[in-house]
């Protein structure tokens, strides 16, 4: 019986994190208000605005072009031909054929050196995200589970974190470790979590005081199950809107060190590689900034738009 | 090899003994913190210029920007983020947010990018780099303040919000308390305290910025010699700037503590 009674605790829990209101007609209330409460978030969920409906159709035609780069591109990335440097678009010659984006200061056509840098920018901010997401979650929900010296040498780390610049550890850790994708992954990754921490850490200290886990507790249930079958499923909907939250970030990470020469090395194609690269020939042939920028700017606008919409859909509180 | 030739055996053994490069890592650091403690913090390898010189040199440089972009952060963003509650419903305010959403998501080195492109090379009208006269200050001073007068912006509006709903505003406003010192007095004032301690966490924010605006506008602060000591491996120069920077972080960290305090009189200080 009560493991019944648990169970549509578990069910109707990630709908209803943070309305007080809500929360308490949870704990108490029998399952049809549960399936009210079910339906009106996939109402909302998929009473998509105009703009973030925009920004989910260019994010799927990024990542499909990203994922299947080799096919997509109309030139080999890497390949230069010096005759033709800094030509400018075909694409303002009016042309839908030849360089559409105009080539580069080696004779390398721009729009598939975009492509394959997106590919290369992705798919390292992904990887980045989710070690950055497995640290902090994990960090978060032990330190707010177990409390105690634990809690306190996660709260110390986490202020090390907020003191230090990112941009300076990633340094520190480049120089140590060299240059090189593998070691940019797992700095970028070992030093973006304390945001998850943080937040994490906060939401499993006010679900670990609700019935549901006393109950689980005194039914034997030890920390282990806890976390993984009562605390995880609740907190759900935040590590969601902040792993969406976080890509941008990690993305502007990225370019930012790769623009400076210290992040993804040539002659491997990356976004920011490519602006910083083409900055130095601005005043003479501005087409080769102006893409990957586009690209970038484009990227990180519609997953920041994403990230705010969903987090208004589930209501989730960010700030502090 | 070049360097077998350039360098004599005897030589290369000064040198790593110089550096200390001869010994195992454990040593050398023990070594380095000695040297700490002695206030020698080394020689940079490409400059060969104790590295205290060579950060004393480029710190006015930086300290110069940064002085001039953390007001103009602070000034228009904290406005834009009030701006963005109380006119939510009009232009003013959808474009205040617009801009604070802009700022917060494309990255400073595009923006900047784009000015150059815009001011210096389109219109002609700002220098591009250099920090020769006045008008070589602007694009990188606004460049270096957009993040964090956008963070500001958003948070701002963030707090704002939260102190419109608390039960002290309703109770100023069913006093019949003009809207105006309502929001001077009691919402204003509730929402600059968590800001000010924002504005200290911001600091790191504009130090990792600066590293992209020094280099882009070839500004001779310490960040370039940051990045160029990762880029050339000179290590006793990135390490003292590490060390440095750090404790930038730590005293700004510490005023906003204190200022903490000073503002907010619910706080108390145990003795």
């Known amino acids: 019986m009560a493991e019944k009674e648990l169970k549509i605790d578990e069910g109707d829990k990630p709908l209803s994190l943070n309305g007080g209101a809500s929360k308490e007609a949870a704990v108490s209330v029998l399952p049809p208000s549960a399936t009210v409460a079910k339906i009106s978030l996939w109402k909302r969920i998929l009473d998509i605005p105009l703009s973030v409906r925009l920004c989910l159709i260019i994010i799927i035609i990024m990542a499909f072009a990203a994922v299947f780069a080799p096919w997509v591109v109309p030139y080999d990335p890497n390949v230069t031909n010096i005759m033709e440097r800094n030509a400018p678009p075909s694409l303002i010659k009016g042309e839908r054929i030849g360089h559409l984006f105009g080539i580069d200061q080696l004779g390398r056509d721009i729009l598939s050196r975009c492509v394959y840098g997106l590919r290369v920018s992705v798919g390292i901010s992904l990887v980045c995200m989710v070690i950055g997401s497995l640290v902090g979650v994990t960090l978060g929900v032990i330190s707010g589970l177990l409390g105690g010296w634990v809690d306190r040498i996660v709260a110390i780390l986490v202020d090390f974190q907020l003191a230090v610049p990112y941009i300076l550890m990633v340094l520190l850790g480049i120089i140590a470790f060299g240059f090189g994708i593998p070691v940019l992954v797992g700095l970028i990754g070992f030093i973006r979590w304390k945001t998850h921490t943080r937040l994490i850490r906060g939401q499993v200290l006010s679900i670990r005081e609700s019935p549901f886990v006393e109950a689980a507790r005194a039914l034997g249930g030890s920390n282990f199950q806890i976390a993984i079958r009562h605390i995880l499923p609740n907190i759900a909907s935040m590590l969601i809107v902040l792993l969406t939250m976080n890509f941008p970030r990690i993305l502007l990470l990225e370019s930012s060190l790769s623009f400076l020469g210290i992040g993804v090395q040539p002659p491997t194609a990356s976004l920011g590689r490519m602006v910083g690269e083409g900055r130095n020939y601005m005043a003479s042939a501005w087409w080769i900034v102006i893409p990957p920028s586009g690209f970038i700017v484009l990227i990180t606008l519609c997953m920041q738009i994403i990230g705010d919409w969903l987090r208004d859909v589930f209501d989730v509180r960010l700030e502090r | ?271």
Do not use: C
């Not at chain 2, 040593?27 to 004393?56: C, H, K, M, N």
């Not at chain 2, 701002?156 to 105006?180: C, F, H, I, N, P």
């Not at chain 2, 910025?209 to 006793?236: A, C, H, K, Q």
């Open chain 2, 1 to 271: 090899m070049w360097g077998e030739e350039a360098i004599s055996a005897e030589d290369w053994q000064k040198m790593e003994e110089f550096y200390g490069f001869d010994k195992s890592l454990p040593e050398q650091y023990f070594l380095y913190l000695r040297w700490l403690a002695r206030g020698d913090f080394g020689v940079s390898i490409i400059f060969r210029q104790p590295v205290v010189e060579l950060y004393t040199q480029a710190f006015g440089n930086t300290l110069k920007l940064a002085v001039l972009a953390l007001p103009l952060s602070v000034f228009v963003g904290i406005p834009l983020g009030i701006i963005g509650v109380l006119k939510r419903r009009s232009l003013a305010g959808r474009l205040a947010m617009t801009f604070a959403f802009i700022g917060y998501a494309v990255p400073n080195f595009i923006l900047a990018i784009t000015f150059i492109l815009v001011f210096s090379f389109t219109l002609k009208i700002l220098p591009s780099m250099g920090d020769a006269t006045v008008w070589h200050f602007i694009i990188p001073t606004i460049m270096l303040s957009t993040g964090t007068t956008a963070a500001l912006a958003r948070y701002t509006r963030s707090t704002m919000l939260d102190v419109l709903s608390q039960d002290y505003v309703r109770t100023a406003r069913a006093k019949g308390l003009s809207e105006r010192i309502v929001i001077f007095k009691h919402v204003l004032r509730n929402v600059l305290i968590p800001v000010v301690t924002v504005i200290g966490l911001q600091v790191p924010t504009l130090v990792g910025g600066s590293m992209i605006v020094e280099t882009i506008f070839s500004w001779p602060g310490i960040d370039r010699l940051i990045i160029g000591s990762v880029l050339n491996r000179d290590y006793p120069l990135l390490e003292f700037g590490v060390l440095f920077i750090g404790s930038i972080v730590v005293i700004v960290n510490i005023f906003a503590d204190i200022l903490y305090v000073l503002i907010d009189p619910r706080i108390q200080v145990e003795a």
